[in-house]
């Protein structure tokens, strides 16, 4: 039985074949399917992902990502509002793991905005892209951008609110 890869359905490219954001792979939360799981993480290893980043609090689906053939990390991320040791983890393993061939995909459960945050520090740091630019990115990707993870930035949350707003 082949496996049909499928794109998941809330995913940022912060950087193009090297990093992304997305929902958990088969959904968040009660959404969550295995056959959806195991779709979104085969368009996930064609796309050259080889390291899956869990901040979810619970430790679901890490073997699932083994069994795909994928590397994973699991840094647990209670509340956005106080993730800024969980932040800085991340980005020294960011910092690491994108000098490596292949890509890295940072995932929630079904709430996005602390993997927006670790992407748009990630362009900050690297490339010194504004945040608020880049939190407006991975909104119109489909991820949520809240007030918490435009603090946890530094960034104006009704202005990044306002601009999504716009474009819907």
């Keep these: 039985m082949s496996i049909v890869a499928v794109e998941p359905k809330r995913i940022w490219w912060a950087r193009p074949r090297k990093l992304c954001a ?9 959404s969550h399917r295995s056959e959806r799981r195991v779709a979104e993480l085969a368009w996930l290893k064609e796309r050259g992902v080889r390291l899956l980043v869990s901040t979810m609090a619970s430790r679901h689906n890490l073997s699932d990502y083994e069994a795909a053939g994928l590397e994973w990390h699991h840094v647990p991320v209670p509340s956005t509002a106080t993730a800024a040791d969980q932040l800085n983890e991340l980005l020294s393993l960011l910092r690491r793991e994108l000098r490596r061939s292949g890509a890295v995909a940072v995932h929630g459960n079904y709430r ?3 993997v927006a945050v670790v992407c748009a520090a990630h362009l900050h740091e690297l490339r010194g892209t504004n945040p608020a630019e880049s939190l407006f990115a991975a909104g119109q990707a489909g991820l949520h951008v809240t007030p918490e993870a435009c603090a946890l930035l530094g960034v104006d ?12």
Aim: charged share 40%.
């Design 112 to 114: 996005t905005d602390f």
């Design 22 to 30: 997305l929902e958990r792979p088969g959904g968040g939360g009660r």
């Design 157 to 168: 949350a009704a202005a990044v609110e306002a601009r999504l707003e716009e474009g819907r």
